[in-house]
């Protein structure tokens, strides 16, 4: 399975392609690392952000996507843009779109930490928190959590 890790910063979406398959994971290549949205904020903006993510996940054979939430409210929140770039990823055809909170991201990475240090991976180091969502997402769907808690 294909997943996409999405960070949303600004005005961008860095984006991490992850691939697992027989119990390895592959990075596949992919030709941008961010896809970035006008900053005028026109709805022929938001359909072309849309339309290049959409056309980039059908490239690449993308099966999921998960996005990093962000914050509603308080001093890391996310920004209206931000909140505007989500939904249009989040109404792309033909694509499992999901957010991960940041609870949900760290006891998944705690349960099943990354082996590998991030400088072996080739990605760029903005690309981190994307590489580390996708592989959150890909354990969480190897490794489900439990429902019962621990007291």
Do not use: W
């Amino acid at each position: 399975m294909k997943i996409c890790g999405v960070e949303l910063k600004g005005s961008e979406a860095i984006i991490c392609l992850l691939s697992f398959k027989d119990g390895l994971f592959t990075l596949p290549e992919c030709r941008v690392r961010k896809v970035e949205f006008n900053k005028r904020n026109t709805t022929g903006d938001i359909k072309y952000f849309q339309a290049t993510f959409s056309k980039l996940m059908a490239d690449y054979s993308i099966n999921s996507v998960v996005i990093k939430e962000r914050p509603l409210k308080g001093k890391f929140a996310g920004g209206a843009l931000g909140f505007k770039m989500e939904s249009a990823i989040q109404l792309v055809e033909g694509i499992e779109v999901s957010t991960m909170s940041p609870q949900e991201f760290k006891e998944s990475i705690k349960r099943n930490p990354v082996t590998v240090a991030f400088s072996e991976t080739g990605l760029k180091l903005f690309q981190e928190t994307a590489f580390a969502v996708a592989y959150a997402k890909h354990m969480n769907l190897q490794y489900p959590p439990s429902l019962e808690t621990d007291a």
